[in-house]
């Protein structure tokens, strides 16, 4: 059985997809916020302390007054009782959160637009 907090990355994740949980940019670069009722949640990356070469997954829950409460980790979360692969669940929240953040989708529209009317000689 899955624990609180693995649960609750798993929600995460399905709020996310579903665009029901929005990120914003952060004063740091490459860290995105979501604030929800009297928490905050921030997530990150950072290298592997073991394998530098390996990325980590960090999701920070921040209470109403601005501080840390829990790291999340996705190295720390068991993927058999998680039921799902913590560590490409974590990095598809990152990239997701990212992209909402820094508007991807928005500038991929606008450019394919801009691109689709000015195909082979059009200006």
Sequence with gaps: ???KIETLIQRIHEQTKAGKL???LTES?????????????RISTRPNRNNR???DYV????NDEGSPIEDVIDIDLDWSSAGYDPEET?????????GQAMG????LNELLNYFSGNEEGQE
Excluded: C, G
């Excluded at 670069?29 to 949640?41: G, K, S």
């Excluded at 999701?59 to 921040?62: A, E, K, S, V, W």
């Excluded at 974590?90 to 990212?98: H, Q």
């Design 90 to 98: 974590m990095k598809d929240i990152y990239d997701m959160a990212r």
């Design 29 to 41: 670069e490459e860290v995105f916020q979501a604030a929800i009722p009297n928490y905050a949640l």
């Design 1 to 3: 059985m899955p624990s």
């Design 22 to 24: 929005k990120w914003q």
């Design 59 to 62: 999701i920070t829950i921040y």
């Design 53 to 55: 070469q390996h990325t």
């Design 104 to 107: 991807v989708e928005e500038a």
